[in-house]
């Protein structure tokens, strides 16, 4: 199981790499193990299973969308380039609906990310691809992607690694656990919220 802290460095060094070309794919891989070193800190498999959703249906988008773009290519011998035109049609169109439909799965999963971590910046990120998702018909839609990625940085880089404030004896359970108020870290073993004061069940 990967620490928070090691769920900082590797989301936030990845979030940086997904913008540079020709090692975007370094970084979606290395945000996708953060993410599943945050999913198995919070005791959330619902997270990774969004975020694992996302990366499935842009990669099935992508595969579709260049099949449909090399058929109407391929047939365009016999159309008279029409079917080029309308591969290209196709490729835009099935790539865009996978980007949206990708961007829902990013949003879910960032959106509980902020709340079992109390960094609202993942919210903001994942409200971000999806409205960057949903205008990159008019190309504006790239601008709000890239604002999107910088909040997924930022956000990141703002994880803390909360460890418990005095060692626990031996034989004692430790761990932590997240309040069901807020949804700051504390100890386990807290009956009160440190945070907002609230009663712990």
Do not use: H
Not at 45 to 67: E, N, R
Not at 126 to 153: D, H, R, S
């Amino acid at each position: 199981m990967g620490r928070l802290s090691d769920a900082k460095l590797l989301g936030g060094i990845g979030s940086i790499l997904q913008i540079i070309p020709f090692l975007s794919i370094v970084g979606y891989i290395l945000t996708l193990i953060a993410v599943k070193y945050v999913s198995d800190e919070v005791k959330d498999s619902a997270i990774f299973t969004d975020m694992i959703f996302a990366v499935i249906t842009g990669i099935v988008g992508a595969v579709l969308g260049a099949f449909m773009l090399f058929f109407g290519i391929l047939s365009s011998v016999f159309t008279a380039g029409i079917g080029a035109i309308l591969g290209v049609i196709a490729f835009l169109a099935i790539a865009w609906v996978a980007l949206i439909i990708s961007s829902i799965f990013v949003r879910r999963a960032f959106g509980s990310m902020a709340t079992k971590l109390n960094i609202s910046t993942f919210r903001t990120a994942g409200t971000l691809y999806f409205v960057g998702a949903l205008l990159t018909i008019v190309l504006v839609g790239f601008l709000v992607l890239l604002v999107a990625f910088i909040m997924q940085i930022i956000a990141f880089f703002s994880i803390q690694d909360v460890q418990p404030a005095v060692q626990a004896p031996p034989g004692a359970v430790t761990g932590f656990k997240y309040c069901a108020s807020c949804g700051a870290q504390m100890a386990s073993t807290a009956t009160f919220c440190p945070k907002c004061g609230a009663k712990q069940p």
